[in-house]
């Protein structure tokens, strides 16, 4: 709420070249002319944000993976791995490559998201942060409501990616 505040407020700002010098109505009707737009920018970015934010989960899992992998560990893992509020896989090898993952990119403790690990490699990734990131594959806020839903989920998002997984 506080982000649609601000955006509020700066479309003033744009609407009348200043703080101080606009009437209630002028105000008012730059608002409503320049918010919207800005609005659906922060969505906008938002979206681009968790896209890239899918990317480098997947970089990093395929990073410890194949570092895994020179330490002779043979992967065992095939299929979605989760770390979210919706589930946490709790097999070992998994926990062994996000804990190895948080070396890397510590904010990953703090990321809800899901990989697709098959044959030792991560080949899709899912993030939520208010809004999915798939990777591969591109929501766009054109296009996420139709290939999501409405109310999606990490089940939803996963479908999506597993859909560009086949077809890429």
Sequence with gaps: MRKKRIALALAAVIACGTTTACSPIELFLGMSIVAPSMIGYNKKA????????????????NMVLAELDEEGTAITLDGWYDQNNENVSSDA???????????????????EFSAY???GACLGAVVYDGRFGIYPGV???????ELLGNNPDFDD????????????
């Excluded at 998994?94 to 804990?99: A, C, I, P």
């Design 46 to 61: 938002k979206l681009q944000s968790n896209a890239a934010n899918a990317k480098t989960v997947l970089t990093y899992v």
């Design 93 to 111: 090898q998994w926990q062994e490559v996000r804990e190895k993952c948080a070396e890397y990119y510590a904010d990953i403790e703090d990321c």
């Design 117 to 119: 690990i098959s044959n």
């Design 139 to 145: 929501l766009t806020s054109d296009n996420y409501e």
């Design 157 to 168: 998002a996963k479908a999506v990616v597993a859909e560009q997984i086949v077809n890429y």
